[in-house]
């Protein structure tokens, strides 16, 4: 035994040292690592779950205003995610896939707290005028709106509160968004635009200053 493991003092190559193994893990994609837990690498499934637990609880409370529950909900999700991770294709990006899952647990949570049902007959899909992302704007907006949200977001109604969290907040494009809502693009776009016209209300009530970009 060396002097240094004598005094109970940690080697220095082994300070901060990161196996081999770790170091891969860390390096593989969300897809990679499902396709493991997929093939039966149940150990892999830790690493997607430490990845998303901190998003899946931001969206959440965001989305149902802070629910008492919401560490039982992301833990109802993550169990949902590995009963049906199989059923994942592997082809496609991870994310919209268990915010999709997420979206469904979330819903359900939020109609068990609210007295009307979130079933509606829903205009915005019916809009024929497609409205697109527009990438040159995006970074700057999303900085504003991040800020703005913080601030009247909870008095906006779910439609358009969660897909401004989804796009604001997760940083999902709007394809990513579709997929998770099960919405046309151009759907994205118009709830987009609407959320942040309720949003602007909501300032004006609130006697706040609404400055985000156009």
């Known amino acids: 035994m060396s002097s240094t493991e004598k005094e109970g003092k940690m080697p220095k190559e082994k300070i901060g040292e990161v196996s081999e193994e770790t170091a891969n893990e860390l390096e593989m994609t969300d897809e990679e690592l499902a396709l493991?837990?997929?093939s039966g690498n149940s150990e892999r499934f830790g690493m997607l779950?430490?990845?998303y637990d901190a998003k899946l609880t931001r969206y959440g409370r965001?989305?149902?205003?802070?629910?008492?529950?919401?560490?039982?909900?992301?833990?109802d999700v993550f169990i949902k995610v590995y009963k049906n991770i199989k059923g994942f294709d592997a082809t496609q990006k991870f994310s919209p896939w268990i915010y999709r899952i997420a979206h469904n647990t979330f819903?359900?949570?939020?109609?068990?707290s609210l007295k009307d049902s979130l079933h509606f007959f829903d205009l915005d899909t019916l809009v024929s005028h497609p409205i697109y992302e527009d990438p040159s704007n995006a970074e700057r907006e999303q900085k504003q709106m991040k800020i703005m949200i913080e601030k009247g977001l909870d008095q906006v109604s779910p439609q358009y509160r969660?897909?401004?969290?989804?796009?604001?907040?997760e940083g999902l494009g709007y394809k990513e968004i579709s997929d998770v809502l099960r919405i046309p693009t151009g759907t994205v776009g118009i709830?987009?635009?609407?959320?942040?016209?309720?949003l602007k209300k909501v300032y004006e009530k609130l006697?706040?200053?609404?400055?985000p970009s156009e």
Not at 107 to 112: D, E, M, P, S, T
Not at 162 to 169: F, S, V
Not at 207 to 211: A, D, M, N, S
Request: avoid cysteine; glycine fraction near 6%; aromatic fraction near 8%.
């Open 191 to 198: 709830r987009l635009k609407r959320g942040k016209e309720a």
């Open 49 to 51: 779950m430490s990845r």
């Open 36 to 38: 493991l837990v997929q």
């Open 162 to 169: 969660e897909i401004m969290i989804l796009y604001y907040i």
């Open 62 to 75: 965001r989305f149902l205003s802070n629910p008492d529950n919401i560490e039982d909900l992301v833990q």
């Open 107 to 112: 819903v359900n949570g939020l109609k068990k």
């Open 207 to 211: 006697g706040l200053k609404y400055e």
